[in-house]
C-alpha cells in the first residue's frame, strides 16, 4: 500500500510532466505566467524607481509600497516623456521575464521539439516581441493621451501580452 506523502509526490511528478492533460497545463501555463509577470513587473519597478525613474507621486506603487517618486509642476521636459521611460523599463523586464518564462514553459508546459531549440527560442521572443509592442503602445497611449497612472497602464500591457503570447505559443511554437 502507498503512503500519502508517496502519492503526493507522484502526483506533483505527474502534475508536473508534460503529459499531465491540457487541464493541467493550463494551470501551469498561468502560474508560470504570474512567476514571470512578477519578473517583469519587479525588473520595471526596480528601474522605474531608480535610474528611469517614472514614477509620479500619484501612482499606487508609490503609495501602496513606498517607492521614491519624481516630484514635477507638469513643465519639466522628463514629464513629456514619462511614457518612454516607461516602456524602455517594461522592455528590460521583457527580456528578463522571457528567458524565464521560455525555460519553464519548456521544463513544465508544452513539449518541446517542434522546432530546433534556437528556432523555438527566436519564434517565443518573436511572439513576446509582437505582443509587447502592441502592449507598449496601448501603454504609452493610454499614459500620453489619458494621463493614466503609469501602474494602471501596465496593467493593461500584462494582460493584452498574456492573451496574445498565450495563443501564439500553444497554437504556433511548441508542440500542443
Known amino acids: 500500500m502507498e503512503k500519502p506523502l508517496e502519492k503526493f ?6 502534475f508536473l510532466s508534460h ?12 502560474a508560470i505566467g504570474v512567476m514571470a509577470t512578477c519578473v517583469q513587473t519587479g525588473v520595471f ?18 503609495k501602496l509600497l513606498g517607492l521614491p517618486s519624481v516630484a514635477f509642476t507638469g513643465n519639466e521636459a522628463w514629464y513629456a516623456s514619462r511614457g518612454m ?37 527566436a519564434m517565443f521572443f518573436g511572439a513576446s516581441t509582437l505582443a509587447t509592442v502592441i502592449a507598449l503602445g496601448l ?9 493614466l497612472m503609469t501602474t494602471l497602464a501596465v496593467g493593461v500591457e500584462v494582460v493584452v501580452s498574456f492573451l496574445v503570447n498565450f ?10
Not at 19 to 30: E, I, L, R, S, T
Open 9 to 14: 509526490r507522484d502526483f506533483v511528478e505527474k
Open 19 to 30: 503529459d499531465a492533460g491540457p487541464f493541467a497545463q493550463f494551470v501551469k501555463y498561468g
Open 45 to 62: 519597478y526596480v528601474l522605474a524607481s531608480t535610474c528611469l525613474r517614472c514614477l509620479t507621486a500619484d501612482d499606487l506603487a508609490v
Open 85 to 121: 521611460i516607461a516602456a524602455a523599463a517594461t522592455a528590460v523586464g521583457f527580456v528578463v521575464a522571457n528567458i524565464f518564462c521560455w525555460l519553464m514553459n519548456r521544463r513544465f508546459v508544452f513539449k518541446p521539439g517542434k522546432f530546433r531549440w534556437y528556432v523555438e527560442l
Open 139 to 147: 501603454m504609452k497611449f493610454l499614459i500620453d493621451q489619458f494621463g
Open 167 to 176: 495563443f501564439i505559443r500553444k497554437f504556433v511554437i511548441f508542440k500542443g
